[in-house]
Antibody
Framework: QITLKESGPTLVKPTQTLTLTCTFS??????????VGWIRQPPGKALEWLAL???????RYSPSLKSRLTITKDTSKNQVVLTMTNMDPVDTATYYC??????????????WGQGTLVTVSS | DIQMTQSPSSLSASVGGRVTITCRAS??????LNWYQHKPGKAPELLIY???SLQSAVPSRFSGSGSGTDFTLTISSLQPEDFATYYC?????????FGQGTKLEIK
C-alpha cells in the first residue's frame, strides 16, 4: 500500500522560509521512473504544480516560482523536502505531495497525500 | 508554459444525467493528458490517464477522449458521489500544468 503524508508548519510569517516534508511508504524513490511532486491549492482556487524530483535526482520547477523553490530527496528516509523562501500571504494554500508514475511514455500522479494547510500571516 | 483551459468552470446536473467537460491545451500535447477528481478536504484522485485510459477501480461511467489540443471527460449516469471538482493536467512538458478546474454541482 502506497501512502504519502505532508508535514510542516501550519503558520509562517511573511518573508520566512517554508520547509515541508513528504514522508512516503510503499514505493522507493530509487526505482526508475518514479518521482515525487508537490502541488498546492490556494483557498477557492485551482491546483498549481510546483516541483518534481525524479528517481535519478533530476528536478523540475514551476518557472514562476523557481527562484524560491528547492526540492530534495532522502531515499534512505523515504522523504522529499520542499523549501519555499520569502513566503507571502498569497502562498497560503493546501500543499500536497504526490507519487509520480511513468511507464511506456505515460505519466501521472497515482497517489496523493492528504495535504497540509499552510497559512502565511504576521 | 503550456496553458490548460477547461470549460465550463462550473455546471449543474442531475443524478442519472450525463456531463461532458472540455480541456484545451495551448499547444499540442499528444495524449499526455490526465483527469483528476477532487473533493473538499480530500486528496485528488486520478480518473483517466493518457487521455483515455481508465485508472484501475474507477467506475466505467467515466471516460476520456481526445488528442493534440482538445480533450473531453464524460461522466454518464451521474451518481451522488460524482459531484466534485475535476481537473485536467498535461504531462507533455514541464511545468506539468493543471486546468483551472470544473466544479460539478447537483441540480
Amino acid at each position: 500500500q502506497i501512502t504519502l503524508k505532508e508535514s510542516g508548519p501550519t503558520l509562517v510569517k511573511p518573508t520566512q522560509t517554508l520547509t515541508l516534508t513528504c514522508t512516503f511508504s510503499g514505493f522507493s524513490l530509487s526505482t526508475s521512473g518514479v518521482g515525487v511532486g508537490w502541488i498546492r491549492q490556494p483557498p477557492g482556487k485551482a491546483l498549481e504544480w510546483l516541483a518534481l524530483i525524479y528517481w535519478d535526482d533530476d528536478k523540475r520547477y514551476s518557472p514562476s516560482l523557481k527562484s524560491r523553490l528547492t526540492i530534495t530527496k532522502d531515499t534512505s528516509k523515504n522523504q522529499v523536502v520542499l523549501t519555499m523562501t520569502n513566503m507571502d500571504p498569497v502562498d497560503t494554500a493546501t500543499y500536497y505531495c504526490a507519487h509520480r508514475i511513468a511507464t511506456s511514455g505515460v505519466e501521472y500522479f497515482q497517489h496523493w497525500g492528504q495535504g497540509t494547510l499552510v497559512t502565511v500571516s504576521s | 508554459d503550456i496553458q490548460m483551459t477547461q470549460s465550463p468552470s462550473s455546471l449543474s446536473a442531475s443524478v442519472g444525467g450525463r456531463v461532458t467537460i472540455t480541456c484545451r491545451a495551448s499547444q499540442s500535447i499528444s495524449s499526455s493528458l490526465n483527469w483528476y477528481q477532487h473533493k473538499p478536504g480530500k486528496a485528488p484522485e486520478l480518473l483517466i490517464y493518457a487521455a483515455s485510459s481508465l485508472q484501475s477501480a474507477v467506475p466505467s461511467r467515466f471516460s476520456g477522449s481526445g488528442s493534440g489540443t482538445d480533450f473531453t471527460l464524460t461522466i454518464s449516469s451521474l451518481q451522488p458521489e460524482d459531484f466534485a471538482t475535476y481537473y485536467c493536467q498535461q504531462t507533455y512538458s514541464s511545468p506539468r500544468t493543471f486546468g483551472q478546474g470544473t466544479k460539478l454541482e447537483i441540480k
